[in-house]
């Protein structure tokens, strides 16, 4: 058990998340992931240059709990060191030993913050979902967009070898 002081005032590496003081691990480094990961970054960093595109920002999700989405996309940088408000656009990435309760889990508690636009991607099998509470959305067409339509990212833009 850790306190959320301990945890905000703590590096930790790889980093983890902070789960009613728990430490929890999250699946990373995988190579399916980082690319995905990264190929959204630079898209959105490319297409989108006045939003505000990180990796791996701790954000407060409850009082309990800070999570560390794949991608945080922000309308202006954070006031505060993490960030505390909502984002405009949070994605999570599957990696193959995801467990769809814990990522369902964490889904909820961004919606529960004031999230408006999250996204699920799933490497493997080349899937894009949304998140509309209380269901998880499969994205057949060839983009996947915030809710807006605001932003918007092509399967050949986020799945690009």
């Not at 058990?1 to 945890?7: D, F």
């Not at 590096?11 to 728990?22: I, L, M, N, R």
């Not at 994605?91 to 004031?114: Q, R």
Request: glycine fraction near 6%; include cysteine.
């Amino acid at each position: 058990m850790a306190t959320l002081a301990e945890y905000l005032s703590t590096s930790y590496d790889p980093d983890v998340e902070f789960v009613d003081g728990v430490l929890v691990e999250r699946n990373i480094g995988e190579w399916p992931h980082s690319l995905i990961q990264s190929n959204i970054l630079f898209a959105l960093r490319r297409k989108y240059p006045n939003l505000k595109v990180v990796a791996g920002l701790r954000c407060g999700v409850t009082g309990t709990r800070f999570r560390l989405p794949d991608v945080s996309v922000l309308l202006s940088a954070p006031k505060t060191k993490y960030l505390l408000d909502a984002a405009f656009l949070v994605v999570e990435v599957l990696s193959e030993s995801d467990v769809m309760g814990a990522v369902t889990e964490k889904l909820k508690e961004y919606a529960g913050k004031g999230v408006p636009n999250i996204w699920v991607i799933d490497p493997r099998l080349r899937l894009m979902w949304t998140y509309q509470p209380p269901a998880l959305v499969e994205i057949e067409g060839e983009s996947i967009a915030s809710t807006d339509g605001s932003v918007e990212l092509s399967r050949a833009e986020i799945f690009a070898e």
